[in-house]
């Protein structure tokens, strides 16, 4: 494996909208690709785009690189607050006859744009701003026409070399002289990129696919400024299970969203890391150090990667699993205050019996929120019954059977899962029937569900007298509508 020194990379969002997990991705390689080469990881926010950037959208990023630990080591640094140095080097360009000022108007050369396309004709700007007399250029400062900057792309290939996609070359004709710096004064995202790489030491550019066609622009900025290249290294798109771009129906939402539902930090760093990339062998279950140790730009596939919401759970349920008891306890915490099934004064006290719902519960967690859902009848008795499951044990017989066999339940003293599972056994023998005759509608008219941890733990924990409760209220709502 290739080993870098002095590597030097960085997250460069856009507070423009959600940090979703496609940037997440991105943040995630280029930490390990830091913490592997014992490097540098930067974060710089690119908010030069006054009107869409926002204080919310920027800490939205913050939050989101906290909840996952991919700590930076310098920044965040915003564009925002370097104006003047992109006014450097585009003078620079300037003086060096590379760029040239651009007196058209913006809305009449995208109207004309809109138009070539319309009719199928390939359109690029024609340079028209380049051959402007001297004395034309004069009457237009004398006029105070606005004026953009235009880098004047010369007239040869660019070809570089891409450490995911190899090879890649781009022919002059196919580049337009490109705008870097807009009429009021911003510079626009290529030049930015340049100057901000460049100033802070970049080693390595790691970043989404979409910005593949940006690349020979950005070389030819370093080329005609005299600065040194970095590497560069495309990450492929991540798609819907449909084979189509991540859109919000099926992930791209807020990363913190993902943390709202009970997503493991962990567990979301994992998934990420394999969308895209693979360590060699068929290991799935990987920790932060094992993941800096093996990571490599060489692995990851140049293919696009499936964003398969069901792995991203299973892969949760498993670190869940891992969790010691008290570690699961105290990350339900608080969904168990926030749905109101027990209050905060109260955990301290029933610290023992939510450990014990925190064992049963835990192989059948795939996110912390199902809680909510799969253990509301460990501490509410306003559930709802799952309709088939229900329906299905609502006979003449089941009910006769269940309500023989609960007038022993009432009268076990020592109410623990042994003596119960001891008590059903003899009861079913007794009666000549299965003990699945029994356990089966008793989960169901207990817990409303069809199935869920071992019924007997569960009985105990619930308590007698819950249980018994449950068990009449099912006789009186529904023992009158079984079959005769």
């Given amino acids: 494996m290739k080993k870098f020194s002095d590597v030097r990379v960085r997250m460069a969002p856009s507070p423009t909208g959600f940090f979703h997990v496609g940037s997440a991705r991105t943040a995630l390689y280029n930490w390990l690709f830091a913490r592997h080469h014992n490097g540098t990881f930067i974060l710089r926010v690119e908010d030069t785009d006054v009107v869409r950037s926002s204080e919310k959208m920027i800490q939205v990023i913050l939050d989101g690189l906290t909840w996952l630990g991919l700590n930076w080591d310098e920044g965040p640094y915003f564009q925002s607050k370097r104006l003047d140095a992109y006014m450097t080097y585009v003078k620079k360009l300037l003086d060096s006859e590379r760029a040239y000022y651009c007196y058209c108007d913006p809305e009449e050369l995208e109207k004309e744009k809109k138009e070539a396309y319309k009719n199928k004709i390939d359109w690029q700007y024609d340079r028209r701003c380049l051959k402007l007399s ?12 606005p004026k953009a900057t235009r880098f004047l792309v010369p007239d040869h290939p660019v070809e570089y070399y891409d450490s995911i996609h190899g090879k890649i070359t781009r022919e002059a004709e196919a580049i337009e002289d490109f705008v870097i710096m807009r009429h009021n004064g911003v510079p626009t995202y290529n030049l930015a990129c340049v100057v ?3 100033d802070m030491g970049i080693s390595h550019v790691i970043r989404a696919v979409e910005h593949i066609t940006n690349t020979p622009k950005q070389l030819l ?20 299970e449909d084979k189509k771009k991540l859109s919000k129906r099926h992930g791209a939402v807020s990363l913190m969203w993902y943390k709202k539902q009970g997503f493991l930090p962990d567990a979301m760093i994992n998934y990420l890391a394999l969308l895209g990339w693979s360590p060699g062998d068929d290991k799935e279950i990987m920790k932060k150090d094992e993941l800096i140790n093996r990571f490599s730009l060489e692995r990851i596939n ?8 069901t792995k991203l759970e299973w892969m949760n349920g498993q670190y869940i699993l891992t969790m010691s008891d008290e570690e699961l306890l105290n990350h339900l915490k608080p969904y168990l205050t926030t749905a109101r099934f027990i209050e905060q004064h109260e955990i301290e006290s029933k610290h023992d019996w939510l450990i014990h719902v925190c064992r049963l519960m835990k192989p059948r967690l795939k996110t912390l929120s199902e809680i909510n859902e799969k253990g509301r009848y460990f501490f509410l008795d306003d559930f709802e019954y799952e309709k088939d499951a229900l329906s299905k044990h609502l006979n003449k017989k089941t009910l006769l059977l269940i309500k023989k066999f609960s007038a022993e339940l009432k009268i076990i003293q020592n109410f623990n899962a042994q003596s119960i599972e001891q008590t059903l056994r003899n009861f079913a023998k007794k009666n000549n029937v299965k003990a699945r005759e029994i356990i089966h509608p008793l989960r169901v008219f207990v817990t409303g569900l069809e199935g869920g941890p071992g019924l007997f733990e569960t009985l105990e924990l619930l308590g007698s007298e819950t249980c018994m409760r449950r068990i ?12 005769s």
């Fill in 472 to 483: 009449n209220k099912v006789f009186e709502v529904h023992g009158s509508t079984s079959d």
């Fill in 221 to 240: 900025l370093y080329e005609a400024l005299g600065l040194p290249k970095p590497e560069f290294a495309h990450l492929p798109l991540i798609l819907g």
């Fill in 196 to 198: 901000d790489d460049h």
């Fill in 302 to 309: 140049p293919a696009n990667a499936v964003f398969d919401i």
């Fill in 134 to 145: 001297s004395a034309e250029r004069d009457q237009k400062e004398k006029l105070n026409v």
